[in-house]
């Protein structure tokens, strides 16, 4: 299958045919999602209309640890096996996941100003999804630090895959140490604990902002082929 991907031809192609429909799901998930999240779903009891930021917040810090682990598993691949769509796959992967990890702190802060009293505070999850940002930001700058590619990726690689320890402490932060933050809503042995008026809406945009990372994940590899054969070009007609 890895194989398969390997051809990019046929990432090209396939690529093609889920553009279209990843961005309509983008943008029907975010639309009908955000409509809910402003206009339907009720404020909280305690935050008020304050909870609002959470549409935002929640879908932001869950696409953060998820783009890392797809950061991860690509540089892995790539590392372990020379994948070369894999390594193209991680180095898209980098800003996009750095841009929701950002997003992410931002928002946090918005929510905990009004809620804590301060915008920053040093606690267990905070101080490791800043973490999380600095990993990203290192990836590519490791990356591109080389005046050959193929040390700057091995390099970065094994930079992604250590630093992925960092995501199972940023999810479970919460349960091992006394935080500020509160614990899991949504994934939890007993059940969601948000009313259905406040998840649909809350799921919509996770899923919508999913959809827009595969989209722009595809774009971004998309357009790094496309550069890598104009380079290819280029040098061929240089040389002779």
Same mark, same amino acid.
């Given at each position: 299958?890895?194989?398969?991907?390997?051809?990019?031809?046929?990432?090209?192609?396939?690529?093609?045919?889920l553009l279209?429909?990843?961005?309509?799901?983008?943008?029907?998930?975010?639309?009908?999602?955000?409509?809910?999240?402003?206009?339907?779903?009720?404020?909280?009891?305690?935050?008020?209309?304050?909870?609002?930021?959470?549409?935002?917040?929640?879908? +932001?810090?869950?696409?953060?640890?998820?783009?890392?682990?797809?950061?991860?598993?690509?540089?892995?691949?790539?590392?372990?096996?020379?994948?070369?769509?894999?390594?193209?796959?991680?180095?898209?992967t980098a800003?996009?996941?750095?841009?929701?990890?950002?997003?992410?702190?931002?928002?946090?802060?918005?929510?905990?100003?009004?809620?804590?009293?301060?915008?920053?505070?040093?606690? !267990?999850?905070?101080?490791?999804?800043?973490?999380?940002?600095?990993?990203?930001?290192?990836?590519?700058?490791?990356?591109?630090?080389?005046?050959?590619?193929?040390?700057?990726?091995?390099?970065?690689?094994?930079?992604?895959?250590?630093?992925?320890?960092?995501?199972?402490?940023?999810? +479970?932060?919460?349960?091992?140490?006394?935080?500020?933050?509160?614990?899991?809503?949504?994934?939890?042995?007993?059940?969601?604990?948000i009313h259905?008026?406040?998840?649909?809406?809350?799921?919509?945009?996770?899923?919508?902002?999913?959809?827009?990372?595969?989209?722009?994940?595809?774009?971004?590899?998309? !357009?790094?082929?496309?550069?890598?054969?104009?380079?290819?070009?280029?040098?061929?007609?240089?040389?002779?």
């Open positions: 299958m890895l194989n398969y991907f390997a051809n990019p031809r046929r990432f090209m192609k396939l690529t093609g045919y279209p429909w990843m961005a309509g799901l983008t943008i029907l998930m975010i639309g009908v999602g955000g409509y809910l999240a402003l206009f339907n779903s009720p404020p909280d009891y305690q935050q008020g209309e304050t909870v609002r930021i959470m549409y935002v917040h929640v879908p +932001s810090a869950w696409m953060a640890m998820f783009c890392y682990t797809t950061l991860a598993i690509s540089a892995a691949v790539g590392l372990i096996w020379k994948h070369p769509v894999a390594d193209l796959a991680a180095r898209a800003p996009v996941g750095a841009c929701f990890t950002f997003l992410a702190l931002l928002t946090g802060a918005l929510w905990g100003k009004p809620m804590w009293g301060t915008w920053w505070v040093w606690d !267990a999850r905070l101080t490791s999804v800043l973490i999380l940002f600095f990993l990203y930001l290192g990836y590519m700058a490791l990356n591109s630090a080389f005046d050959d590619p193929g040390r700057g990726a091995k390099a970065s690689a094994i930079l992604a895959i250590v630093g992925f320890v960092n995501v199972p402490i940023i999810k +479970s932060s919460v349960d091992w140490w006394n935080t500020l933050h509160q614990p899991a809503s949504i994934i939890r042995m007993d059940g969601p604990t259905g008026d406040m998840l649909w809406p809350l799921l919509l945009m996770i899923g919508g902002f999913s959809t827009y990372f595969g989209w722009v994940l595809m774009l971004r590899m998309r !357009a790094e082929l496309i550069a890598g054969r104009a380079r290819a070009r280029r040098q061929l007609q240089a040389e002779r």
